[in-house]
């Protein structure tokens, strides 16, 4: 199965370190955001199976984006990654629907694991 994948990250390195480390996987990265109002925007045009989301964006922050998601697009799947380390951060992002937290600094295995578990997670008929 093959997942259609938005990115809503502000920094461009690491957008690159996404598209590297997911190319040759079952995940397809279909567009980028970079910030919080073009990503929500991007998320109603595209309805993406899986949102690889930062919390800290421009416009919007990524706890706003989460807390729409849901009502933009009811099957995606939520996969956090951020600098946030702090535990009420974690939980409140899983309580908006977050399906995943990963903290930066991360290595590829640990990225590659969170996004087989966000994937793991898809229960709904694929959108892309």
Do not use: W
Request: charged share 25%; hydrophobic share 40%.
């Amino acid at each position: 199965m093959t997942y259609s994948c938005l990115i809503i990250e502000d920094c461009a390195f690491i957008r690159e370190v996404y598209y590297l480390n997911l190319r040759n996987s079952d995940v397809n990265i279909i567009d980028e955001a970079t910030d919080g109002k073009e990503g929500l925007e991007k998320i109603v045009l595209h309805r993406p199976d899986l949102i690889i989301l930062d919390l800290v964006l421009p416009k919007i922050n990524g706890f706003d984006i989460l807390s729409q998601v849901h009502q933009l697009s009811p099957s995606s799947k939520v996969l956090v990654i951020s600098t946030m380390e702090d535990s009420t951060f974690k939980k409140k992002a899983q309580s908006l629907g977050a399906v995943g937290y990963l903290e930066k600094p991360f290595t590829k295995a640990d990225f590659l694991n969170a996004i087989q578990e966000a994937t793991q997670h898809y229960d709904g008929v694929q959108n892309g």
